[in-house]
């Protein structure tokens, strides 16, 4: 048996193809865990896919946010801090009830960045929306911009915050997509913990990086921004509405 | 830790209060290697390592632990109390006797991250992280 030229080539590059694609995603980990002295760019987009089909009534994802971030309440809902709520919608029509998880959005156009007079709310270069509660003013025009109501001000004193999540009196506070643990190579506490409950309704990854799971999983199926219509090209994604 | 602070400071407080009503600060520290800079840079400039690590830190992600105000917590906090506040605690008791307000505790906590367990799981999160951010292997 001869083999062509045409044939050898194209033997050759499925080789190749196969041994790139196993040890390959390894190797693309290894290489993108940003170590502790690199700067955030804008080569990666954090964002998360939320299947509300899959969400469960249980608040798994807000308990393990709290503990995280350790914003317990003072037992007074108007004015306690939440970075993340679940949230119950109503067909009132056909009476079809849905719960999901409702947080900051990390829109790529945020409104709190847009209003904010001192640039303490801002966008970091990879997408994950903040607030700088070194600049914050806690005059609290971002809570009023945020279409989500995403943003808690905290009203007390705190005591024994997390050392890697600070929280003061006076300031702005959001979702933070657990900025701490993403700069680590971690995933968000809230998707940590429905995994673990097997729910898997939450899924965190790069919108920038074509091999994500998440990336895959947005252009495998239709998923929707919250309020569309203010082109604010959200982070958060949900499907399954 | 601060061995070198801890000689010192003491020394100096001694010649400069002997028997005088002025309060001298506390400097105790727990016995380590030293500092991240030499004592009297640290004494002079601490709060410019950390206003500029602050903004590093917060507005690009660089999450080095050299001028980190979280190694200042987790290195100083007295052993006894577990904080670098109250009268005898690092950061307060210095503030106090140069008469300039911290308003860093008002947000961050004055207690070290010091669970052994934390510190040893930490590098381990990064390599296993890393695999359950792309997705690819979660479970």
């Given at each position: 048996?001869?083999?062509?030229?045409?044939?050898?080539?194209?033997?050759?590059?499925?080789?190749?193809?196969?041994?790139?694609?196993?040890?390959?995603?390894?190797?693309?980990?290894?290489?993108?865990?940003?170590?502790?002295?690199?700067?955030?760019?804008?080569?990666?987009?954090?964002?998360?896919?939320?299947?509300?089909?899959?969400?469960?009534?249980?608040?798994?994802?807000?308990?393990?946010?709290?503990?995280?971030?350790?914003?317990?309440?003072?037992?007074?809902?108007?004015?306690?801090?939440?970075?993340?709520?679940?949230?119950?919608?109503?067909?009132?029509?056909?009476?079809?009830?849905?719960?999901?998880?409702?947080?900051?959005?990390?829109?790529?156009?945020?409104?709190?960045?847009?209003?904010?007079?001192?640039?303490?709310?801002?966008?970091?270069?990879?997408?994950?929306?903040?607030?700088?509660?070194?600049?914050?003013?806690?005059?609290?025009?971002?809570?009023?911009?945020?279409?989500?109501?995403?943003?808690?001000?905290?009203?007390?004193a705190t005591t024994d915050q997390k050392p890697?999540?600070p929280?003061g009196m006076?300031?702005?506070?959001?979702?933070?997509?657990?900025?701490?643990?993403?700069?680590?190579?971690?995933?968000?506490?809230?998707?940590?913990?429905?995994?673990?409950?097997?729910?898997?309704?939450?899924?965190?990854?790069?919108?920038?990086?074509?091999?994500?799971?998440?990336?895959?999983?947005?252009?495998?199926?239709?998923?929707?921004?919250?309020?569309?219509?203010?082109?604010?090209?959200?982070?958060?994604?949900?499907?399954?509405? | 830790m601060l061995?070198?602070v801890a000689?010192?400071l003491p020394?100096?407080a001694?010649?400069?209060t002997?028997?005088?009503?002025v309060p001298m600060p506390s400097v105790h520290t727990t016995p380590g290697?030293?500092c991240?800079?030499?004592?009297?840079?640290m004494r002079?400039?601490h709060m410019?390592?950390i206003?500029?690590?602050?903004?590093?830190?917060?507005?690009?992600?660089?999450?080095?632990?050299?001028?980190?105000f979280k190694n200042c917590v987790d290195c100083h906090a007295d052993p006894k109390t577990g904080s670098v506040l109250g009268k005898d605690g690092f950061c307060q008791s210095c503030h106090s006797y140069a008469a300039v307000t911290i308003d860093c505790f008002s947000c961050h906590t004055d207690k070290p991250e010091k669970q052994?367990?934390?510190?040893?799981?930490?590098?381990?999160?990064?390599?296993?992280?890393?695999?359950?951010?792309?997705?690819?292997?979660?479970?």
């Amino acid at each position: 048996m001869t083999i062509t030229r045409r044939e050898m080539l194209a033997a050759g590059a499925a080789t190749l193809a196969g041994a790139v694609v196993t040890p390959g995603l390894r190797l693309i980990e290894l290489a993108t865990a940003k170590s502790p002295e690199d700067a955030v760019t804008a080569l990666r987009r954090w964002g998360m896919l939320i299947d509300v089909a899959k969400c469960n009534d249980c608040d798994a994802c807000v308990t393990a946010c709290r503990e995280e971030n350790g914003w317990q309440g003072h037992n007074r809902p108007a004015t306690d801090a939440q970075w993340i709520r679940k949230v119950k919608l109503k067909d009132t029509e056909t009476g079809y009830v849905q719960t999901l998880p409702l947080m900051c959005q990390h829109c790529e156009h945020p409104p709190c960045v847009d209003v904010c007079p001192t640039g303490a709310s801002f966008k970091r270069a990879d997408g994950i929306v903040l607030v700088d509660k070194h600049i914050c003013i806690g005059c609290r025009y971002c809570m009023m911009a945020c279409p989500y109501k995403a943003r808690s001000f905290v009203h007390e004193a705190t005591t024994d915050q997390k050392p890697y999540a600070p929280r003061g009196m006076g300031t702005v506070e959001a979702c933070t997509l657990c900025v701490h643990r993403v700069d680590e190579g971690r995933i968000p506490a809230c998707v940590e913990a429905c995994t673990k409950d097997g729910h898997q309704a939450l899924v965190f990854g790069d919108l920038k990086d074509s091999n994500s799971d998440i990336r895959e999983r947005l252009a495998a199926a239709s998923s929707t921004q919250l309020r569309a219509d203010l082109k604010l090209n959200t982070g958060v994604r949900y499907t399954g509405l | 830790m601060l061995i070198g602070v801890a000689v010192a400071l003491p020394a100096y407080a001694h010649e400069k209060t002997a028997g005088s009503r002025v309060p001298m600060p506390s400097v105790h520290t727990t016995p380590g290697e030293k500092c991240v800079e030499p004592t009297d840079v640290m004494r002079r400039d601490h709060m410019k390592f950390i206003l500029h690590q602050r903004d590093d830190t917060m507005h690009r992600g660089i999450r080095t632990s050299k001028h980190s105000f979280k190694n200042c917590v987790d290195c100083h906090a007295d052993p006894k109390t577990g904080s670098v506040l109250g009268k005898d605690g690092f950061c307060q008791s210095c503030h106090s006797y140069a008469a300039v307000t911290i308003d860093c505790f008002s947000c961050h906590t004055d207690k070290p991250e010091k669970q052994p367990g934390n510190k040893a799981a930490a590098p381990g999160n990064i390599q296993s992280g890393a695999a359950a951010i792309t997705g690819s292997s979660a479970p």
